[in-house]
């Protein structure tokens, strides 16, 4: 199977593709719609590959207890759980604008669904693609529905075991084989010791033919960086436009400076992930011809003597000679002509040397 899928037309995700960078304005747009497109044009702007919303049609992702539950927090939008979800949700409607808008300024948009209807939802609408948000990761019924839709799909691994992520890999794979998994662990903000980038290494042997990305929850571009230099193909951020502002994600989540420095951070982090063999570079040479070390006479040496290691050192030095990682290949040989004390050992000049 190839590393590599088409995420969105024209778009390939994972091999050696650039990282797809997704921002998610989840729920930090306030409920408010001009805020939400602000949001599409900071994603754009950033040159985030991905504006990304979390959908859910409230009756079906929670139960009637679970809505009327009492949310009083400095967070809530609302004296219940359900009062503050409906007033943070888009209409359909909402959504076709959002999603023009993001068309009409030339940058993806997507949602998580957070049940089957609003898997349903976002097929209509037409997204490139699905996220799968943490916690329906082990919701098997939805994962089978939401990949049967045939859209490619981006599957995160909040609060779930290896166990369960090697069933998705099993349930998912048959289905739709446009998939990738990130790392994710589902703390808002996420303190370093919490982030376990060691991770994407475990899914990159486990699940060898799919990219691997990572969802983050921390403070600060470090470890979504770090994420990058282990080989994650997909990044998600939350962003915001002001990180006081009212809501649960708000401190977790990137200013619009912060996002541009990300993103211009990974693209000098692919340049710089290169080969994986060691070699000298072509720009190395001039640094090489400088200041590189040769071989030198430690002491006169005449012809046909047989060398020893102290009758040699090592220096930079004109011309340059035989090269110091050899040094050892040089005890017992002979010079064809003598050299006087501090003089370079030439290759040339060495009786056996081949
Ligand atoms: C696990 C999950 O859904 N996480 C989402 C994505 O990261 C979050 O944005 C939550 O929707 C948010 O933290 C919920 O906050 P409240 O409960 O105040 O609406
Ligand atoms: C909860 C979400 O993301 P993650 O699971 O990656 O944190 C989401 O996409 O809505």
Same mark, same amino acid.
């Given at each position: ?12 995700? &994972? =091999?050696?593709?650039? +990282? ?5 304005? &989840? ?45 009083? @927090? ?5 004296? $219940? ?20 808008? %993001? ?7 997507? %949602? ?24 329906? #990761? ?19 691994? =909040?609060?779930? $075991? ?21 790392? +994710? @662990?589902? +703390? ?13 290494? #475990?899914? /990159? ?10 969802? =983050? ?8 960086? &770090?994420? !990058?230099?282990? &080989?994650?193909? !997909? ?23 912060? /996002? @541009? ?7 000098? /982090? ?14 190395? !040479? ?7 070390? $040769?071989?030198? %006479?430690? #002491? ?20 340059? =000679?035989?090269?110091?990682? /050899? ?28």
């Amino acid at each position: 199977m190839p590393l590599e899928f088409e995420i969105a037309p024209g778009r390939m995700i &994972g =091999g050696d593709n650039p +990282c797809f960078v997704i921002a998610e304005i &989840g729920q930090n747009h306030q409920g408010d719609m001009k805020i939400a497109k602000q949001m599409i044009q900071v994603a754009k702007d950033a040159g985030a590959d991905c504006a990304k919303f979390q959908k859910s049609e409230l009756e079906y992702k929670f139960n009637k207890e679970a809505l009327i539950r009492p949310y009083n @927090t400095p967070n809530s939008w609302g004296a $219940t759980y359900g009062e503050h979800k409906r007033y943070l949700e888009f209409s359909h409607e909402q959504y076709y604008e959002l999603k023009a808008y %993001a068309d009409s300024i030339g940058i993806l948009m997507t %949602a998580s669904g957070m049940d089957e209807k609003a898997v349903d939802f976002l097929d209509e609408l037409g997204v490139s693609f699905l996220k799968v948000a943490s916690m329906d #990761t082990n919701n098997l019924p939805y994962l089978t529905h939401a990949a049967k839709k045939g859209r490619p799909m981006v599957i995160s691994s =909040g609060m779930q $075991t290896l166990e369960t992520m090697r069933k998705v890999y099993e349930i998912v794979k048959p289905v739709n084989n446009k998939f990738c998994i990130l790392q +994710c @662990t589902s +703390c808002y903000p996420l303190a370093p010791e919490n982030v376990h980038l060691n991770v994407i290494k #475990t899914y /990159l042997k486990e699940f060898p033919d799919i990219p691997i990305g990572y969802s =983050g929850h921390e403070q600060g571009l470090a470890i979504t960086l &770090g994420a !990058v230099a282990m &080989g994650a193909k !997909v990044v998600e951020r939350h962003i915001t436009l002001d990180k006081s502002w009212k809501g649960s994600d708000h401190k977790a989540s990137l200013d619009p400076r912060e /996002l @541009t420095e990300l993103i211009s951070n990974i693209r000098v /982090l692919e340049k710089a992930m290169g080969s994986y063999d060691k070699d000298m570079r072509q720009c190395e !040479v001039y640094m090489y011809e400088k200041l590189g070390k $040769t071989v030198v %006479a430690n #002491t006169d040496i005449p012809a046909g003597v047989p060398m020893t290691l102290d009758m040699l050192t090592v220096k930079v030095a004109e011309p340059k =000679g035989y090269p110091p990682e /050899l040094i050892d290949e040089l005890i017992g040989k002979k010079l064809k002509s003598g050299v006087d004390s501090d003089e370079s050992i030439l290759k040339d000049n060495i009786a056996t040397y081949s």
